[in-house]
Structure formats: structure tokens, C-alpha cells
């Protein structure tokens, strides 16, 4: 499979941030703010809405880094093993936020993310890695597909956690 283009990017992440949007507009605030209902019992839904966000802040930190020609900071941070760890950090940072403030902070984050993708040229958007690397062969699109995929799915993180959101979403309103 091919990098995908700017546009194919764009319609994976409205997708799956539609589909996110939906399901969650039928939980409550309540609901949304419920420990342990989310991701094994990981997770509330707010804490799925703030996972997301980070997501998208690191993409866009890659962006910004890629395109200044620096190694961006998720090729040493998210080595393996450090992923829960990154995600347990994120969680813990916006534990004592209001569930406002997560959405909020989520939507803005990722129109954000959106303007920075249209606002690419695609000779940046194929760009190859302009810094020293394991994956010399890699370009942008394909290094954004990977922060922002699931396993064989870029771009689309959000299709990774539709499960378990639409069987909570399911039990509560099965209450």
C-alpha cells in the first residue's frame, strides 16, 4: 500500500472523528466522565477523548519538526514498551481537567491538525525523512499515517477504539 494522499488522509480522520463524535453525543456528561468504562476498564470515555488530542499533538509536533528538518521528538520518545507510557502521562495530565475542557481542547486540536494537512504542499506532504534515520525511505505522509494509524489502518487510530466506545455507548443506553 502507497502513501496516502493529503485528501485520503483527510477523509480517514473526518471519518473516524465522525464517527467518535457520534458515539459520544449519545453518553451523558456523566456517562462520558465514568472510570474504568473505557479500553478494558482502562479508561473513561473523557480519557479516550483526551488520548485522541494527544495523538493529534504529536502529529502535529511531527509536522512541525519534519518540516523545520529535525528528527521529530516521537521517532526516541515512542520506542517500545513506551507507549503506555506515554499514554498513562497524557491521562494523568488531564485527569483534573473538566470534561469541557477536554473537548474543547480535543476539537481544537484537531481542526488544528486538519489546516496543517490541507495547508501542506504535497512535494512536503511526500517529503522524505530530511534527517538521519532507521527508515531512510520514509516520507511524512507515511511517518503521519503511522502516529495517527492503527495496525494496517493509517490514519485511522480513532477505528482502533470504535469498538469498545460503541459497547459502552450500547450498555448505557441499554439501562
Given at each position: 500500500?502507497g502513501?496516502?494522499s493529503?485528501q485520503?488522509?483527510?477523509?480517514?480522520?473526518?471519518?473516524?472523528?465522525?464517527?467518535?463524535?457520534?458515539?459520544?453525543?449519545?453518553?451523558s456528561?456523566?456517562?462520558l466522565?465514568?472510570?474504568?468504562t473505557?479500553?478494558?476498564g482502562?479508561w473513561s470515555?473523557?480519557?479516550?477523548i483526551?488520548?485522541?488530542?494527544?495523538?493529534e499533538?504529536?502529529?502535529?509536533?511531527?509536522?512541525?519538526?519534519?518540516?523545520?528538518?529535525?528528527?521529530?521528538?516521537?521517532e526516541?520518545?515512542?520506542?517500545?514498551g513506551?507507549t503506555?507510557e506515554q499514554?498513562?502521562?497524557?491521562?494523568?495530565?488531564?485527569q483534573?481537567?473538566?470534561?469541557d475542557r477536554?473537548?474543547?481542547?480535543?476539537a481544537?486540536t484537531h481542526?488544528?491538525?486538519?489546516?496543517?494537512?490541507?495547508?501542506?504542499?504535497?512535494?512536503?506532504?511526500?517529503?522524505?525523512?530530511?534527517?538521519?534515520?532507521?527508515d531512510?525511505h520514509?516520507?511524512?505522509?507515511?511517518?503521519?499515517?503511522?502516529?495517527?494509524?492503527?495496525?494496517?489502518?493509517?490514519?485511522?487510530?480513532?477505528?482502533?477504539h470504535l469498538?469498545?466506545?460503541?459497547?459502552?455507548?450500547?450498555s448505557?443506553?441499554?439501562?
Amino acid at each position: 500500500m502507497g502513501i496516502p494522499s493529503r485528501q485520503e488522509a483527510l477523509a480517514i480522520l473526518h471519518e473516524g472523528q465522525e464517527a467518535l463524535d457520534s458515539l459520544v453525543e449519545q453518553l451523558s456528561p456523566t456517562d462520558l466522565a465514568r472510570p474504568a468504562t473505557i479500553g478494558g476498564g482502562d479508561w473513561s470515555a473523557k480519557d479516550l477523548i483526551g488520548h485522541m488530542a494527544f495523538c493529534e499533538e504529536i502529529a502535529l509536533v511531527t509536522i512541525e519538526a519534519w518540516l523545520r528538518g529535525e528528527r521529530p521528538p516521537i521517532e526516541e520518545t515512542f520506542t517500545a514498551g513506551e507507549t503506555d507510557e506515554q499514554n498513562a502521562w497524557n491521562q494523568e495530565r488531564k485527569q483534573s481537567w473538566s470534561l469541557d475542557r477536554v473537548r474543547g481542547e480535543s476539537a481544537a486540536t484537531h481542526r488544528q491538525l486538519v489546516a496543517a494537512i490541507e495547508g501542506m504542499t504535497d512535494q512536503e506532504w511526500t517529503s522524505r525523512r530530511p534527517f538521519e534515520g532507521d527508515d531512510a525511505h520514509e516520507d511524512l505522509g507515511t511517518e503521519l499515517g503511522d502516529v495517527l494509524g492503527a495496525p494496517d489502518r493509517p490514519f485511522g487510530h480513532a477505528f482502533a477504539h470504535l469498538p469498545d466506545l460503541e459497547a459502552y455507548a450500547r450498555s448505557v443506553a441499554s439501562r
